[in-house]
């Protein structure tokens, strides 16, 4: 797919229209919740960009019953192909006003523009037109029997991609005939509230989504132990996810998780190593390394291992790190004050533990929240850089004498998300793909996504699917996949 097919319409502009507090949104109407509010700040600068109201328990209750409703009166008794249309125009909308969700996104997350504006707010359009397709089509989609909706869905999601993560929820459960509950992450909750605006003007049934930022403590698990949600999605870490999963164990609601990864990139020595080193860093530098199917562990055959780090560095010399609202920036800011302070502490570690270190020689801007780009190498399997998730810019180097020893080390992680192979030999990455125990494996690329695509992990990674068929599955009672 090109994103290109989903570039902003000509019409948008990166005007921003931003108001200076926001409620949640319930039941189609803007009111103040009673879990206080806070400050969403912009983490290249640290200036405040709004002041945003949280729910508690008692307004998530009353978030659901709004959803409730409208999945009852409403959306329940509407045709696939009406919901259909709310959905297109939905898409139509966010092509719209994407230049301004790209600007709005980038200020609030810290990821350069040029990554908002060419690939995640395109492939939020992509996602809402894909699923806008299936509204009419479930009957006979091979999803079973006469598939039906599940009722009202509790969606929590990260702050990595946050407008593309809701539109992997919001989508396919809309198209499915669900009505959504959604909570955004405390540290990006700006683009789902302009979100909320967007479904007020496709003219979406009021109730059918409704928006709630909160603390994940207190809204997030109000949420997940609501017993008038029948299905809970959740992107997030793999600590949260196992405590989502204790506490649903035995109910009726149905769960996906989509949790951490430790993404192994394996380069064989027959591989195209100038390509192989792009996709090495678009692997584990895109976004920060604030991607859960980052390639974060880089396996490169023995003899090349020189060649490809060297090239590796010289390359990354020349990536630019500063203002994420330069469209010429490759490196943005670290997304929170507290994910910065995870990263610097296990890099510390790694080194502690016998690593050598490289780091990007480049200024760091004076306010906000900064890490380097950092390659390490001499890694050893136990090292912590090669076993626990980073979450940041960081990469592990390893390296191995023969496929088997590649399949072996690329799957020695608790986690199974994602991984990447470089080779010209169509065989052998055949045979390797098929060893791996990774929900998403790339052949000669990575990072690419689709919303044909299921996509999801294995182990410690989560579990369920999202995107394509399977993810609209996932929102219907007989729809086959848990
Ligand atoms: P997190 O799991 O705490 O937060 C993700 C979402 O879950 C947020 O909306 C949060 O409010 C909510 N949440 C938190 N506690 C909850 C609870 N008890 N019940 C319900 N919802 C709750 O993740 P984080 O603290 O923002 O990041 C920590 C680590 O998680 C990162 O370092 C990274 O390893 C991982 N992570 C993974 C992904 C991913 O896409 N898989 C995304 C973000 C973070």
């Given at each position: 797919?090109?994103?290109?097919?989903?570039?902003?319409?000509?019409?948008?502009?990166?005007?921003?229209?931003?108001?200076?507090?926001?409620?949640?949104?319930?039941?189609?109407?803007?009111?103040d919740?009673r879990?206080?509010?806070?400050t969403?700040?912009?983490?290249?600068?640290e200036?405040?960009?709004?002041?945003?109201s949280l729910?508690?328990a008692s307004?998530?209750?009353?978030?659901?019953?709004?959803?409730?409703?409208s999945?009852?009166?409403v959306?329940s008794?509407?045709s696939?192909?009406?919901?259909?249309?709310?959905?297109?125009?939905?898409?139509?909308?966010?092509?719209?006003?994407?230049?301004?969700?790209?600007v709005a996104?980038?200020?609030?997350?810290?990821?350069?523009?040029?990554?908002?504006r060419?690939?995640?707010?395109p492939?939020?359009a992509?996602?809402?037109?894909?699923?806008?397709g299936?509204?009419?089509?479930l009957?006979?989609?091979?999803?079973?029997?006469n598939?039906?909706?599940?009722?009202?869905a509790?969606?929590?999601?990260?702050?990595?991609?946050p407008?593309?993560?809701?539109?992997?929820?919001?989508?396919p459960?809309?198209?499915?005939?669900n009505t959504?509950?959604l909570?955004?992450?405390?540290?990006?909750?700006?683009?789902?509230?302009?979100?909320a605006?967007i479904?007020?003007?496709?003219?979406?049934?009021a109730?059918?989504?409704?928006?709630?930022?909160?603390?994940?403590g207190?809204?997030?698990?109000?949420?997940?132990?609501h017993?008038?949600?029948n299905?809970?999605?959740?992107?997030?870490s793999?600590?949260?996810g196992?405590?989502?999963?204790?506490t649903?164990?035995?109910?009726?609601?149905?769960?996906?998780?989509?949790?951490?990864?430790?993404?192994?990139?394996?380069?064989?020595?027959?591989?195209a190593?100038?390509?192989?080193?792009?996709?090495?860093?678009?692997?584990?530098?895109f976004?920060?390394?604030?991607?859960?199917?980052?390639?974060?562990?880089?396996?490169?055959?023995?003899?090349?291992?020189?060649?490809?780090?060297?090239k590796?560095t010289?390359?990354?010399?020349?990536?630019?790190?500063?203002?994420?609202?330069?469209?010429?920036?490759?490196?943005?800011?670290?997304?929170?004050?507290e994910?910065?302070?995870?990263?610097?502490?296990?890099?510390?570690?790694?080194?502690?533990?016998g690593?050598?270190?490289w780091?990007?020689?480049?200024?760091?801007?004076?306010?906000?929240?900064w890490?380097?780009?950092?390659?390490?190498?001499?890694?050893?399997?136990s090292?912590t850089?090669?076993?626990?998730?980073?979450?940041?810019?960081?990469?592990?180097v390893?390296?191995?004498?023969t496929?088997?020893?590649?399949?072996v080390?690329a799957?020695?992680?608790?986690?199974?998300?994602?991984?990447?192979i470089w080779?010209?030999?169509?065989?052998?990455?055949?045979r390797?793909?098929?060893?791996?125990?990774?929900?998403?494996?790339?052949?000669n690329?990575?990072?690419?996504?689709?919303?044909?695509?299921p996509f999801?992990?294995?182990?410690e990674?989560?579990?369920?699917?999202?995107?394509?068929?399977?993810?609209?599955?996932?929102?219907?009672?007989?729809?086959?996949?848990r």
């Amino acid at each position: 797919m090109s994103f290109r097919d989903y570039a902003p319409a000509p019409e948008s502009t990166a005007i921003l229209n931003l108001r200076p507090s926001y409620a949640l949104y319930i039941g189609g109407e803007w009111t103040d919740g009673r879990g206080g509010s806070m400050t969403t700040i912009s983490p290249a600068t640290e200036k405040s960009i709004a002041e945003i109201s949280l729910a508690d328990a008692s307004d998530i209750d009353r978030a659901v019953a709004a959803a409730r409703k409208s999945y009852d009166t409403v959306w329940s008794r509407m045709s696939g192909a009406e919901r259909g249309k709310y959905l297109f125009r939905i898409a139509r909308l966010i092509q719209e006003r994407a230049r301004e969700f790209a600007v709005a996104e980038t200020l609030d997350n810290g990821k350069p523009i040029r990554e908002t504006r060419d690939i995640d707010i395109p492939l939020v359009a992509a996602w809402f037109f894909h699923y806008a397709g299936w509204a009419d089509k479930l009957d006979y989609a091979g999803l079973g029997p006469n598939p039906s909706a599940l009722g009202v869905a509790g969606q929590i999601i990260p702050w990595n991609f946050p407008l593309l993560m809701l539109a992997w929820k919001v989508a396919p459960a809309l198209a499915a005939g669900n009505t959504v509950v959604l909570k955004p992450a405390e540290t990006t909750p700006l683009t789902a509230l302009m979100f909320a605006d967007i479904c007020e003007q496709a003219g979406l049934p009021a109730g059918v989504v409704n928006i709630v930022p909160g603390l994940g403590g207190v809204a997030g698990q109000a949420l997940v132990e609501h017993a008038g949600v029948n299905k809970i999605a959740f992107t997030g870490s793999t600590g949260v996810g196992r405590q989502i999963a204790r506490t649903l164990a035995g109910s009726e609601t149905r769960v996906t998780l989509e949790l951490g990864g430790k993404g192994a990139n394996i380069v064989f020595d027959d591989a195209a190593i100038d390509e192989a080193v792009e996709g090495i860093i678009t692997g584990i530098f895109f976004n920060q390394g604030h991607v859960c199917c980052a390639g974060s562990r880089l396996l490169v055959q023995e003899n090349i291992q020189d060649e490809v780090v060297e090239k590796l560095t010289r390359r990354l010399s020349t990536l630019r790190l500063g203002d994420p609202l330069d469209k010429n920036t490759d490196i943005g800011a670290v997304n929170s004050k507290e994910q910065l302070a995870r990263i610097t502490a296990i890099t510390a570690t790694g080194e502690a533990e016998g690593a050598n270190r490289w780091t990007l020689d480049c200024e760091l801007p004076s306010k906000g929240f900064w890490f380097r780009p950092t390659i390490f190498t001499n890694v050893t399997t136990s090292n912590t850089v090669a076993r626990d998730e980073i979450f940041g810019p960081v990469l592990s180097v390893l390296s191995f004498r023969t496929p088997d020893e590649a399949i072996v080390k690329a799957n020695n992680t608790p986690y199974g998300l994602s991984a990447g192979i470089w080779t010209q030999n169509a065989s052998r990455m055949l045979r390797v793909a098929d060893s791996l125990r990774a929900g998403v494996v790339w052949a000669n690329t990575f990072n690419q996504f689709d919303p044909t695509s299921p996509f999801g992990g294995y182990k410690e990674s989560g579990y369920g699917r999202e995107g394509g068929r399977h993810g609209l599955a996932a929102y219907l009672a007989n729809g086959g996949a848990r």
